[in-house]
């Protein structure tokens, strides 16, 4: 039923309110970032013993380092540098954990200019080394998670190379990725996925 | 046999000397650090698809980055965190290995200063998910190098914190570590310790 202020107009939630309202629920990502999602997941899975995951630091290039006293050091010139690997790695029930996690605010396909050539070459090279590898997409616009193995990614980074198209569609996602429903601690629960993969 | 100068005076070879002549053998480590042969090590196992094992970038804090330009960045302002971690991570035949590497100019032991507690901290939560630790040690004077498994650093580490030594004295190592001899390629080769402790 719509409402109608006063003045006869129909009342029309901003967007602003809507996302106010979101914070009421326990659920929802409260604006987070994916990597703030992912570092709390991995926090918990680390002081409970879980898992063992942290995110890599961004390589920076130092190139002038200030010391205004002898125990402190500024960096005054750095650059960041392309990183060779995934985002995050680590160790879950003797596995090796590896993967990669990207956001995008596109509603019906996750374009693939986001994940880099010298990341699927490492990738490529973990999977030899029988570890555990994939990337973690969240829809931003419909809070939607998905675990993608790298074999699959793999395929659709072939078929990008091969004249197809260059992007992974969400029905795709939907078909062939296995989707993470948010819940309570962690929000974003991603080794459940991996539970039923090393069973 | 002493060597005679014509003017009667034995001949000593200087300190200078004995590192040039050092360069000629093929298995010297020709000034390296043990960082910097550890990425030897590491660029061998990876390009010949032996492991993927990677030293993490050293965690630095972003303050203040300047943009001279759209596409690049300059930092301006930064400082070094300490690293929660260890230095090295990686995977090796479907197991996840996780070391700090550490070289020391002491002839006689290895100080424990050098280990800090929330290393200590990270690689007890490693192998609790079932991964492999170690501590890497070069003792720079002699050229020698130990790989120290975890199990026995803490040992070391708990006596030091019940009143004991602060240090793990050089014939510990060669009791209770296991020595790696430097080869041809890669000249350390951590990774055939590991194939003794897995098979």
């Known amino acids: 039923m719509a409402i109608h202020y006063p003045n006869g107009k129909v009342y029309t939630p ?14 929802s990502n409260r604006g987070k970032t994916l990597e703030d999602e992912l570092s709390d997941a ?20 130092v190139v002038k380092v200030d010391y205004p006293s002898r125990s402190s050091a500024v960096i005054r010139e750095a650059y960041y540098r392309t990183p060779s690997t995934t985002d995050f790695n680590g160790v879950y029930r003797g596995k090796y954990i590896d993967f990669e996690a990207k956001e995008t605010e596109n509603r019906t396909a996750f374009p693939l200019k986001n994940v880099h050539s010298h990341q699927m070459e490492h990738m490529r090279k973990v999977m030899k080394q029988h570890g555990i590898c994939f990337l973690l997409v969240r829809f931003s616009a419909f809070d939607r998670y998905f675990y993608l193995p790298f074999e699959q990614l793999e395929l659709f980074w072939d078929r990008m190379h091969t004249g197809g198209r260059k992007s992974i569609a969400l029905t795709e ?8 429903t948010p819940r309570y601690t962690p929000r974003i629960d991603y080794l459940k996925i991996i539970d039923n993969l090393i069973v």
Chains 1, 2 share one sequence.
Do not use: C, G, H, T
């Not at 901003?14 to 659920?27: A, G, L």
């Open 14 to 27: 901003k967007k602003e309110q809507i996302r106010i309202n979101k914070k009421d629920y326990s659920f």
């Open 42 to 61: 991995n926090d918990f899975y680390l002081s409970n013993d879980i898992a063992v995951i942290y995110k890599k630091p961004i390589p920076i290039q």
């Open 173 to 180: 996602f939907e078909d062939l990725a296995i989707e993470i």
